[in-house]
Nanobody, 117 residues
Framework: QVQLVESGGGLVQAGGSLRLSCAASGGTFSSYDMGWYRQAPGKEREFVAAISWSGGSTYYADSVKGRFTISRDNAKNTVYLQMNSLKPEDTAIYYC??????????WGQGTLVTVSS
């Protein structure tokens, strides 16, 4: 059973930085495309960033481009989201997502990021 466990969330002032981690267990991490999504209070879950299984391709939402960086370490079965220049509108629960082909996907339980103004 594949499990994804996020960590690194917390309270930070606007302009600050956080690094989220998502550790995977129970599967073949190096074969999964990984992503980060977020859900703010009262809003739909939205895409933040994604990285291909090899790490060779990355994708970002326009709202975070230039501020956030997604990376992965397949030896550690972990994907990261470095978040810089945080804004109050980045406040949300951040979820890790794994996908492989059409038939496999998993979500983590989420980690809360709160950015104070």
């Amino acid at each position: 059973q594949v499990q994804l466990v996020e960590s690194g969330g917390g309270l930070v002032q606007a302009g600050g930085s956080l690094r989220l981690s998502c550790a995977a267990s129970g599967g073949t991490f190096s074969s999964y495309d990984m992503g980060w999504y977020r859900q703010a209070p009262g809003k739909e879950r939205e895409f933040v960033a994604a990285i291909s299984w090899s790490g060779g391709s990355t994708y970002y939402a326009d709202s975070v481009k230039g501020r956030f960086t997604i990376s992965r370490d397949n030896a550690k079965n972990t994907v990261y989201l470095q978040m810089n220049s945080l804004k109050p509108e980045d406040t949300a629960i951040y979820y890790c997502h794994a996908v492989q082909g059409k038939y496999f996907e998993r979500w983590g339980q989420g980690t809360l990021v709160t950015v104070s103004s």
